[in-house]
């Protein structure tokens, strides 16, 4: 923009200089010539500021809020496996396919915040919940105008409760995996998001705890490359929403195995979007999508086993502050 801008002002300049010489009139009689006084030099074009904005992946909250949340998330796994011994006659392949999708709708109340302002504890009540593994329903969910607390405690992990007793069933782990509580710096805020103000077009890297976040799965990885991006800008002050989206790869990805089985390190891709309010109020909504492919090899129990996954998860989330 401040090439342009000064080949305008160039260009300008030169049409001025080009109309003024041609507009002179030639003298009636000849006299005396005096030196021209030197021509003021332009001054430069102003350089416009960039305009940077606040981006809040996770727009704090305070305790006593009330929020609405709707999300869905489906999850693929493939695993082809192979297995032979010397007491086998020829190998055995097995291929293995897993599914698992969540729907929820419930309105919800803050009840506790990390300091950054990200969601702690909520009391949950469920509008509509609903979820399959390998195309079958999962029975015992919590039933339309239940109320559950969530919290995520200082043990990191996600705990349900129902008239201040364990919830029972518990929840599946894909399912509660869904609920937005979570520990001070695991938010996507801290995770992905900048660390100062941006320009609309600017980039910013990813934070490498997300490797670290990894690695609290029992998960590895050696690397993380990509950028998020911010989009654009729409309205002003507390109305104002930032349009976000990045593609991230971490690299030497692993995931926990037996002894003896030993990991070839495959990659985990992410692609991410959404629209973020500046103010705890409005709608977010984001969008993910990650895929993962890994293989493995080892000795195990006198069998051989040699193993390849590839793993794709979407999901759509929006949280709705009146």
């Known amino acids: 923009m401040k090439s342009t801008l000064a080949a305008f002002a160039l260009m300008l300049a030169s049409a001025t200089a080009w109309s003024c010489s041609k507009s002179s009139t030639a003298p009636t009689e000849e006299k005396p010539s005096t030196p021209a006084a030197p021509a003021a030099a332009a001054p430069a074009p102003a350089t416009p500021a960039v305009k940077t904005y606040q981006v809040n992946l996770n727009p704090p909250l305070k305790v006593g809020q009330k929020i609405s949340l709707a999300c869905d998330t489906s999850t693929t796994m493939d695993m082809a496996i192979e297995v032979s011994a010397p007491q086998m006659p020829a190998p055995q392949k097995q291929n293995q396919n897993q599914k698992s999708s969540v729907h929820l709708e419930a309105d919800a109340e803050v009840l506790a915040v990390n300091p950054n302002g990200s969601p702690k504890k909520l009391s949950l009540t469920f509008k ?88 609290k799965t029992g998960g590895t990885a050696t690397g993380l490359d990509g950028v ?32 003896g089985v030993q990991a070839t390190p495959g990659d985990c891709n992410i692609e991410l979007s959404g629209t973020f309010p500046a103010a705890a109020k409005g709608a977010l909504s984001e969008s993910t999508t990650m895929t993962m492919t890994m293989s493995a090899e080892g000795d195990i129990n006198g069998a051989h086993l040699r193993m390849g996954v590839n793993a794709k998860r979407t999901g759509t989330q929006t949280i709705t502050m009146p």
């Open 228 to 259: 998020m991006k911010l989009d654009g800008i729409q309205g002003e002050g507390a109305n104002q929403v930032a349009t976000v989206s990045g593609k991230l790869k971490l690299t030497g990805v692993s995931l926990p195995l037996p002894a």
């Open 128 to 215: 509509n919940i609903q979820a399959t593994q390998n195309d079958a329903p999962v029975t015992g969910l919590p039933q339309a105008g239940d109320t559950v607390v969530a919290e995520f405690t200082d043990q990191n992990a996600k705990t349900f409760t129902k008239n201040g007793q364990p919830l029972a069933p518990a929840l599946p782990a894909f399912v509660a995996e869904v609920i937005p509580v979570t520990a001070q710096g695991q938010s996507d805020q801290d995770l992905f998001g900048p660390k100062e103000a941006m320009p609309v077009g600017g980039t910013w890297a990813a934070s490498p705890a997300v490797i670290a976040e990894l690695a």
